[in-house]
T-cell receptor
Framework: AQSVTQPDIHITVSEGASLELRCNYS??????LFWYVQSPGQGLQLLLK??????LVQGIKGFEAEFKRSQSSFNLRKPSVHWSDAAEYFC????????????FGQGTTLQVKP | GAGVSQSPSNKVTEKGKDVELRCDPI?????LYWYRQSLGQGLEFLIY????????KSGLPSDRFSAERTGGSVSTLTIQRTQQEDSAVYLC???????????FGPGTRLTVT
């Protein structure tokens, strides 16, 4: 079955520190992979996507993610976290050609300490 | 350009009443999706539209839930005889085509009392 696992429910980092959010997926075919961010009371904003090609993808707000097929992972990274990065982050896989469905992980809440 | 918009932003209704939630996708996007976000269940897919047809309705939780899309644009999600477990944030998304990235609206927070 297709699934996405975000092992860390909650992460706290100090402002200026580096960040890595983990995402593991189970998907039958070559996956399309996404990271979204959600601030309180807001919808989901697309940070970055992987469809094919270069396994290191750059996104908005200084985020990047690396696709590792051998580990079924798509971890999100940022070299220096800003207080405004505090939010909930969702990893997602899909969609396949015959359904538009995205499968989401449970999310990781990021808290940033001053 | 304008993003995905949803209305109302908040809806409080009494148990047993019907509600309609509206989604306006990004202009030119042929694919439209509804998801539900709740504390216990996370983000769940409900239904997918390609144009005006819905090839995948597999996520609709019961026959009290229905959705339609007209003119390849606006979509309405209808919940009949609402129950307390329907309380959630209902998110709409659209994409240029079904295999492209999805852009989300701000959501409608539904509270059933």
């Amino acid at each position: 079955a297709q699934s996405v696992t975000q092992p860390d429910i909650h992460i706290t980092v100090s402002e200026g520190a580096s960040l890595e959010l983990r995402c593991n997926y189970s998907y039958g075919a070559t996956p399309y992979l996404f990271w979204y961010v959600q601030s309180p009371g807001q919808g989901l904003q697309l940070l970055l996507k992987y469809f094919s090609g270069d396994t290191l993808v750059q996104g908005i707000k200084g985020f990047e993610a690396e696709f590792k097929r051998s580990q079924s992972s798509f971890n999100l990274r940022k070299p220096s976290v800003h207080w405004s990065d505090a939010a909930e982050y969702f990893c997602a896989v899909g969609p396949s050609s015959n359904t538009g469905k995205l499968i989401f992980g449970q999310g990781t809440t990021l808290q940033v300490k001053p | 350009g304008a993003g995905v918009s949803q209305s109302p932003s908040n809806k409080v209704t009494e148990k047993g009443k019907d509600v309609e939630l509206r989604c306006d996708p990004i202009s030119g996007h042929t694919a439209l999706y509804w998801y539900r976000q709740s504390l216990g269940q996370g983000l769940e897919f409900l239904i997918y539209f390609q144009g005006n047809s819905a090839p995948d309705k597999s996520g609709l939780p019961s026959d009290r839930f229905s959705a339609e899309r007209t003119g390849g644009s606006v979509s309405t999600l209808t919940i009949q005889r609402t129950q307390q477990e329907d309380s959630a944030v209902y998110l709409c998304a659209s994409s240029l085509k079904s295999t492209y990235e999805q852009y989300f609206g701000p959501g409608t927070r539904l509270t059933v009392t």
